[in-house]
């Protein structure tokens, strides 16, 4: 387990403590429409805009070097907003969904710190449903992630995340009158590892996480 010595100016790093340090607040706003664009043919959008104030950083207090002696504190505000956009086709043999997403994230002062990684910009999947005999159902979901930027203050500069595609595949049924059902599939079956990821005051050398994971599953409605 990794700590951070909170101490007087005798470590290399120190967090002393906020003089003031007030809860973050978040301000949200949302607005869609969902209608039916013809018989089986639906459409629906949805848009919200955030508004973050007092957000929690760390801010770098005079100190001799190497010695960094850092205060969490209320830093500054930032701003969220975006929209996602589906058309969805139902019929008797399945359904058939295409969606498009768009997030926007921007900062009052561009050395706040985050503690995450930003929103991908886009974004765009596809989700199918086929219904087979003896009552099996095939779905597949497909999702687009474009470039996410990594916050400056949360990772390593030398970090990169590319976009990346991934696909879902389940198969399903129910049995003994619909009150348990037997689901089998695989997540992310395009890609076998996620790629490590280090944090800027981490300092032993991350690993690859599995990304591609088969699962079954069942579950009993009473």
Excluded at 133 to 158: L, M, Q
Excluded at 188 to 215: K, M, S
Aim: charged share 20%; aromatic share 16%; with cysteine.
């Amino acid at each position: 387990m990794r700590r951070i010595l909170i101490a007087s100016n005798t470590y290399a790093f120190n967090i002393v403590k906020s003089k003031d340090l007030g809860n973050e607040k978040t301000y949200a706003f949302e607005m869609g429409y969902s209608g039916q664009l013809s018989k089986g043919l639906s459409f629906r959008c949805d848009s919200y805009f955030q508004y973050y104030d007092d957000m929690i950083g760390f801010q770098i207090q005079p100190s001799v070097p190497p010695i960094t002696i850092l205060q969490v504190d209320n830093i500054d505000e930032a701003q969220a907003y975006g929209a996602e956009f589906e058309i969805s086709l139902q019929g008797k043999q399945g359904e058939l969904s295409i969606w498009y997403a768009y997030n926007e994230f921007s900062f009052e002062l561009e050395n706040q710190g985050l503690r995450a990684f930003l929103p991908a910009k886009n974004k765009a999947g596809l989700s199918g449903r086929i219904f087979l005999p003896a009552g099996f159902v095939f779905n597949i979901n497909y999702k687009y992630s474009d470039f996410t930027e990594a916050n400056p203050s949360s990772v390593k500069p030398n970090v990169k995340f590319k976009n990346f595609h991934r696909l879902d595949l389940t198969l399903s049924s129910f049995f003994f009158n619909d009150k348990v059902e037997w689901l089998i599939g695989v997540s992310d079956l395009n890609d076998d590892a996620n790629i490590p990821v280090q944090g800027i005051i981490n300092f032993l050398p991350p690993h690859e996480t599995p990304g591609r994971r088969f699962f079954t599953k069942i579950k009993v409605n009473f």
